[in-house]
């Protein structure tokens, strides 16, 4: 493990992290607007990404929203990478009192963590849009076409925040009570130009913050520490910690 980040780690008692797309991209998840980004792709449905991932867009266009979602957004069979497991180890040792996540993946609960808050929702759960019940991913991926509702016939959509959208206040009301408790702060795998999430360094008051991701950000500035690394490389090492 990095010998700074260690240091940090040791004197630290409440860690949080806070990630974005780059976290899974070394499962295989592509990010949003690096060059091989979700955004730098053709969706495949006439109509670019940030269009199809809008609410106005699933109103209109259910089957090209669900062509677009299932092809693009669903990656079931994603494990974790060491980055995920390096989280949950830190989290057992006690020191990591929570994960804020901006991804959609579910790939930190799969490998292990306990603590995690989504901001922009999962993949994982989804509902009818009528009467709310509720359906595991399993059931988007063998419908075909858009799914419907086993009791009402209505549209089961995931429980993933849209553009057009707000995050739910109660999630981000716990990350930002989580965060203005940390006395670390490590943020990876997001370049901070996405708000509101961005917005949550602003609550930070603690001693450290720690900066992971392949490519500068507005805030390495004011970082105790910033790493320019692939994070699966860094967080990995969190094994190491007793």
Known sequence: MDDALREILVRSRRVVFFGGAGVSTESGIPDFRSAEGLYRQESGVNYPPEEVMSRSFFLTHPEEFFAYYKTRLVHHDAQPNPAHRGLAHLEST???IAVVTQNIDGLHQKAGSKNVLEL???VQRNYCVDCDKRYPLSFIIASAGVPTCES???IVRPDVVLYEEALDPSVWSRAVGTIA????LIV????LAVYP????LDFFAGSDLVL???EPTPADRIATYAIQAPIGEVLGGLGELA
Do not use: E, M, R
């Open 94 to 96: 006690g020191k990591l």
């Open 120 to 122: 922009h929702g999962s």
């Open 152 to 154: 009402c016939s209505g």
């Open 181 to 184: 408790q940390a006395d670390t």
């Open 188 to 191: 990876g795998g997001t370049s």
């Open 197 to 200: 999430a961005a917005g949550l």
């Open 212 to 214: 992971i991701n392949k």
